[in-house]
């Protein structure tokens, strides 16, 4: 059973719907109040600075990512200064291939990077999940692919 508008399914992309993604991701990102949780198999310039201002205001990010060595000459130092960044906590997984970004009221799960620029030149499906029993699934999901250290 599926309550109505707990669990949406749309497009982001083409002419009509370009952004839909990237403005989602934003709402979310500034709506969190506990902790940020973000699989990205990359993050850029644009999103690394949204992730710096959730921490600025007090709020932990922990963002699952690729390796560093998997990242572009120029993204490199993105990596690095997300690293760096107090409250940002970066877990290295060579098996990342999709975009989630969840807190404990909204999940948003796509394919893709999060990349403002490749997100709105990409068509993609986009789910939206605000149904407790299904975020608690996602973040029982997100729990296995941190080393066992860091599991709840």
Do not use: C
């Not at 669990?7 to 990237?22: A, D, H, P, R």
């Not at 060579?94 to 997100?119: H, M």
């Amino acid at each position: 059973m599926t309550l109505v508008g707990m669990v949406n399914i749309e497009y982001s992309g083409g002419t009509e719907k370009k952004n839909v993604l990237n403005d989602s991701l934003i709402n979310l990102i500034n709506s969190t109040t506990d902790q940020l949780n973000v699989v990205t198999p990359k993050v850029d310039e644009f999103y690394a600075k949204e992730l710096k201002r959730v921490v600025g205001r007090g709020i932990p990010v922990l963002l699952i990512t690729t390796d560093r060595s998997e990242y572009s000459k120029k993204s490199v130092s993105i990596y690095d200064d997300l690293k760096n960044t107090q409250g940002v906590s970066i877990v290295n997984n060579p098996n990342v291939r999709f975009l989630l970004v969840f807190n404990t009221e909204q999940a948003i799960y796509s394919g893709g990077t999060l990349d403002k620029e490749e997100l709105s030149k990409s068509i993609l499906i986009v789910t939206k999940i605000q149904e407790k029993s299904k975020l608690k699934l996602i973040a029982e999901i997100f729990s296995l692919m941190l080393p066992s250290f860091m599991r709840k």
